[in-house]
């Protein structure tokens, strides 16, 4: 079965300044990919995702992430960080057929002011 | 722009309880989702549902979790007689077909004492 690790459990950033996130994957096949962002007590927005063609992928709020198949990763970026920005982000990954997507542990963003 | 909703928001219920939570999916969408994430954990998958049956389901969903689309509009997730570890945030998600990406709900948060 499909599986995501995210190395970074919290991560602190100052505001204006850049970002990644980093997720892996396991899949043996090319794998749908999602990123995911939840603020306290709210449900999951879609920032973005990969299903083929371009392998930069740009999303909402100024997001962007690459998918790299050699090195299984499909890092979250973003360019300047804003204080709202501070949520939990999750990298998902999926089958062919996008059936039973699977989270990863998630990424707590703390943004100093 | 069409939602997915999903009711009550905080559900509070005793152990050994039977709780349904309900979900009305995007009304074109054809593929229904039940995923719960436990306090400070990841999202977890726990069934997939199309064409009026299961497709597939994690091993967390076992006998005591069942889903229904009762009518052209809910879907359901019951648990017959509800433990302490299923306290989670329960989320619903809708898509269109294979492929398109899943619609989250706000969640349902499901206390059980």
């Known amino acids: 079965a499909q599986s995501v690790t995210q190395p970074d459990i919290h991560i602190t950033v100052s505001e204006g300044a850049s970002l990644e996130l980093r997720c892996n994957y396991s899949?043996?096949?090319?794998?749908?990919l999602f990123w995911y962002v939840q603020s306290p007590g709210q449900g999951l927005q879609l920032l973005l995702k990969?299903?083929?063609?371009?392998?930069l992928v740009q999303g909402i709020k100024g997001f962007e992430a690459e998918f790299k198949r050699s090195q299984s990763s499909f890092n979250l970026r973003k360019p300047s960080v804003h204080w709202s920005d501070a949520a939990e982000y999750f990298c998902?990954?999926?089958?062919?057929?996008?059936?039973?997507?699977?989270f990863g542990a998630g990424t707590r963003l703390t943004v100093k002011p | 722009e069409p939602e997915v909703t999903q009711t009550p928001s905080h559900q509070v219920t005793q152990m050994g309880q039977e709780v349904i939570l309900r979900c009305v999916p995007i009304?074109?969408?054809?593929?229904f989702y039940w995923y719960r994430q436990i306090l400070g954990q990841k999202v977890e998958f726990l069934v997939s549902?199309?064409?009026?049956?299961?497709?597939?389901k994690s091993e967390i969903f076992d006998d005591q979790f069942s889903v229904e689309r009762p009518d052209g509009s809910n879907f359901t997730l019951k648990i017959r007689s509800t433990k302490l570890e299923d306290s989670a945030m329960y989320f619903c998600?809708?898509?269109?077909?294979?492929?398109?990406?899943?619609?989250f709900g706000p969640g349902t948060r499901l206390t059980v004492t």
């Open positions: 998600a809708s898509r269109t077909g294979i492929g398109a990406e899943q619609y």
């Open positions: 998902a990954v999926a089958r062919y057929n996008n059936n039973d997507m699977r």
């Open positions: 549902f199309y064409n009026n049956e299961i497709s597939e």
């Open positions: 009304s074109n969408h054809l593929y």
């Open positions: 990969y299903f083929s063609g371009d392998t």
């Open positions: 899949y043996g096949a090319t794998p749908y």
